[in-house]
Each structure stands twice: as structure tokens, then as C-alpha cells.
């Protein structure tokens, strides 16, 4: 039998084919780049327990879809982005920078390969930093209020 009226249009639009691609490129967002989406450990431990519990589940779907390719291990480097003129020695290594000095005694900036880098004030490159992400068994949430709803006072009778 059939519906008497139609079925209502959901409101908005219409649902995407990439959801995820959709909301990773939305907005500048922590811990994405083009490549990965990188979640520190430390938060996704910290998370309320229903969080975890649908996180694990969805990664272990995850993870059963995607076993059989050779996956590789990740060293992930907490890094942030960085001027080439305001680095050291030691952070333009790591970088795969050269500076030196040209016959008019400015600086010069190179590649690795010896290519010069044009306009070195505004080039930026990503430095390895000290990790601000609270580690291992950390709650993150301890210096925020509690989420939900607030407890009520229990009604004081007269």
C-alpha cells in the first residue's frame, strides 16, 4: 500500500559522494594536510567514552577494509610552519636549505640541488617543533569545564 501523501524532501542539500574529502578541505583544521589526517593519540584516548567507542568501531571497519595493502609505518613529527630567513643552521639542514654568501656579501638561499629560492622572506617551510599535544594517558579535557548538560541542585524541601 502505498503513502497517502508523498514522503517529505529532506531540508538542505543534497548529500555528498565524499563527505569526508567535503569536510577536510572545508576549512583549515589541526592536524590535516593534503595527504594525511593526523589524530594525536593522547586526545583520542581523553575523549568521552561513547566518542571512543564509535571512533574504535569505525577504525577497526577501517582498518578490516584496508588490511590487505602494504602499509608502510608513519613517523609522524609535529612541525610548524617557519620563514626560511628566521631558521638556524641546524633548522635550514633539516629542511634541505643552504645559505650562503654571494659576491655582493648578500645571503643567497638554495635547494638542496642548488637551486636559488626567490624571495626567501616569504618562503615558508614546515620545522619540526616540540609537541604542545598533551601525550599518552593525559586527560586533555582536565582544564576545560565539564560538557553536557549542567547538574541541577537537588530541590531543597522546606
Same mark, same amino acid.
Given at each position: 500500500?502505498?503513502?497517502?501523501?508523498?514522503?517529505?524532501? /529532506?531540508?538542505?542539500?543534497?548529500? +555528498?559522494?565524499?563527505?569526508? =574529502?567535503? !569536510?577536510?578541505?572545508?576549512?583549515? %583544521?589541526?592536524?590535516? +594536510?593534503?595527504?594525511?589526517?593526523?589524530?594525536? %593519540?593522547?586526545?583520542?584516548?581523553?575523549? #568521552?567514552?561513547? &566518542?571512543?567507542?564509535?571512533?574504535?568501531?569505525?577504525?577497526?571497519? !577501517? /582498518?578490516?577494509?584496508?588490511?590487505?595493502?602494504?602499509? #608502510?609505518?608513519? @613517523?609522524?613529527?609535529? +612541525? %610548524? =610552519?617557519? =620563514?626560511?630567513?628566521?631558521?638556524?643552521?641546524?633548522?635550514?639542514?633539516?629542511?634541505?636549505?643552504?645559505?650562503?654568501?654571494?659576491?655582493?656579501?648578500?645571503?643567497?638561499? =638554495?635547494?638542496?640541488?642548488?637551486? %636559488?629560492?626567490?624571495?626567501?622572506? @616569504?618562503?615558508?617551510?614546515?620545522?619540526?617543533?616540540?609537541? #604542545?599535544? #598533551?601525550?599518552? /594517558?593525559?586527560?586533555?579535557?582536565?582544564?576545560?569545564?565539564?560538557?553536557? !548538560?549542567?547538574?541541577?541542585?537537588?530541590? /531543597? &524541601?522546606?
Amino acid at each position: 500500500m502505498y503513502a497517502p501523501d508523498p514522503l517529505p524532501r /529532506h531540508a538542505g542539500p543534497p548529500a +555528498s559522494s565524499t563527505p569526508i =574529502r567535503d !569536510f577536510l578541505d572545508s576549512a583549515p %583544521r589541526p592536524g590535516i +594536510s593534503e595527504g594525511y589526517a593526523v589524530l594525536p %593519540r593522547g586526545l583520542a584516548e581523553g575523549m #568521552p567514552l561513547p &566518542w571512543q567507542q564509535a571512533m574504535s568501531h569505525l577504525l577497526h571497519e !577501517f /582498518h578490516q577494509v584496508y588490511a590487505h595493502l602494504n602499509w #608502510p609505518e608513519y @613517523r609522524v613529527v609535529p +612541525s %610548524r =610552519r617557519e =620563514r626560511l630567513v628566521d631558521l638556524d643552521e641546524e633548522q635550514l639542514a633539516e629542511v634541505g636549505c643552504l645559505v650562503e654568501i654571494d659576491v655582493d656579501g648578500e645571503l643567497v638561499y =638554495r635547494e638542496r640541488n642548488g637551486k %636559488r629560492i626567490e624571495d626567501p622572506e @616569504r618562503h615558508e617551510v614546515l620545522v619540526s617543533c616540540l609537541d #604542545p599535544i #598533551p601525550g599518552q /594517558h593525559l586527560n586533555a579535557n582536565q582544564d576545560t569545564p565539564p560538557r553536557g !548538560f549542567p547538574v541541577q541542585p537537588a530541590p /531543597h &524541601w522546606g
